[in-house]
């Protein structure tokens, strides 16, 4: 059964940092693509960024780029990261970690992904 877990999330005022991470399990893919969205109250779920565990190629959504880094975990297959830096009230949401076992078309699609973990509260108070 694939699962995904995710980790990291928590309160912290404008500025400040926080980093999430994200374990997959459950499927035995040498490669995938794996990637973050949010949702914030009252809105559609959105794209933040996504990476490819082959090559390290990366993608982000413009109002993260400079701020977030995604970043994957070399000793452990299937765990990834995002550095969230100089958070905004903005960025306040539901982050949700996804998986493609198959490819990565380097677009932040959300029906490109069919696994999904159950999410993480990132509240940022101005």
């Known amino acids: 059964q694939v699962q995904l877990v995710e980790s990291g999330g928590g309160s912290v005022q404008a500025g400040g940092s926080l980093t999430l991470s994200c374990a997959a399990s459950g499927y035995t893919s040498r490669y995938d693509c794996m990637g973050w969205f949010r949702q914030a109250p009252g809105k559609e779920r959105e794209g933040v960024a996504s990476i490819y565990t082959r090559g390290g190629s990366t993608y982000y959504a413009d109002s993260v780029k400079g701020r977030f880094t995604i970043s994957q975990d070399n000793a452990k297959n299937r765990v990834i990261y995002l550095q969230m830096n100089s958070l905004k009230p903005e960025d306040t949401a539901m982050y949700y970690c996804?998986?493609?076992?198959?490819?990565?078309?380097?677009?932040?699609?959300?029906?490109?992904?069919?696994?999904w973990g159950q999410g993480t509260q990132v509240t940022v108070s101005s």
């Open positions: 996804a998986a493609n076992p198959s490819y990565c078309s380097g677009n932040l699609r959300q029906y490109e992904y069919p696994y």
